[in-house]
């Protein structure tokens, strides 16, 4: 157990739609980060959010984006889901400057399914 | 782009030592380079990470190349539950002053009894 939670499990949409996925990061932590999972590879980083601002973006379109709140809990926000977007999506968050020495806390993942 | 290659699979002896290696050939001076496994069903979990140094911890040890194009995840001895999927990650900063995160495609460990 990390002490990252995300919410839902599992989610099943329809091309077209749009979908909201929430993470609530480990107590202390100011930093957060979104990975897509596709079926037998590897993370892909979608962004990173320090003390709620974006540092960091990976070759995601601008119909991914997220949210930081206060209480550095976090969301992943897809518009216009397309088949592809069919992915385990996990958030992982970190205590302390956004450097790239910090050790990453991930959740357990929302396993999403665009139909 | 920073990439990171790693062979697709590799197999142990229960007790033996294990050398998992990983290219990034492209590393910058200021990238970090981390090690995270992921077993079935769950999230990646931290194993190790280093800069330019040689590291140890309590799960692992990592070696460091000096030209840091790259680098091997050494378990002292490996157990059946070290079995997963090993990833060998930089942490890149970027010309906007942030960073991002690249995965390899990962190592599957086979571990036998």
């Known amino acids: 157990e990390t002490g990252v939670t995300q919410s839902p499990t599992h989610l099943i949409k329809t091309r077209g739609q749009q979908v909201t996925l929430r993470c609530s990061s480990q107590?202390?932590?100011?930093?957060v980060s979104w990975y897509q999972q596709a079926l037998g590879q590897g993370p892909q980083f979608i962004f990173q959010?320090?003390?709620?601002?974006?540092?960091g973006r990976g070759n995601f379109p601008p119909r991914f984006s997220g949210l930081q709140f206060p209480n550095y809990s976090s969301e992943l926000n897809v518009n216009a889901l397309e088949l592809d977007d069919s992915a385990l999506y996990l958030c992982?968050?970190?205590?302390?400057?956004?450097?790239?020495?910090?050790?990453?806390?991930f959740g357990p993942g929302t396993r999403l399914t665009v139909l | 782009d920073a990439k990171t290659t790693q062979p697709n699979s590799m197999e142990s002896n229960e007790e033996e030592p294990v050398h998992l290696p990983c290219n990034h050939s492209?590393?910058?001076?200021?990238?970090?380079i981390h090690w995270y496994r992921q077993l079935p069903s769950q999230g990646p979990e931290y194993v190790i990470h280093?800069?330019?140094s040689n590291v140890n911890n309590r799960m692992a040890s990592l070696a460091i190349a000096e030209d840091r194009k790259s680098s091997t995840l050494i378990l002292h001895r490996a157990t059946l539950r070290d079995a997963a999927v090993y990833y060998c990650?930089?942490?890149?900063?970027?010309?906007?002053?942030?960073?991002?995160?690249?995965f390899g495609a990962g190592t599957r460990l086979f571990v036998k009894a």
């Open positions: 990650i930089l942490r890149v900063f970027t010309d906007t002053g942030g960073f991002k995160t690249i």
């Open positions: 107590s202390g932590h100011n930093t």
């Open positions: 492209t590393i910058s001076g200021t990238d970090y």
């Open positions: 280093g800069l330019t």
């Open positions: 992982a968050s970190s205590l302390g400057l956004a450097g790239g020495y910090n050790e990453q806390f």
């Open positions: 959010y320090y003390r709620e601002e974006e540092n």
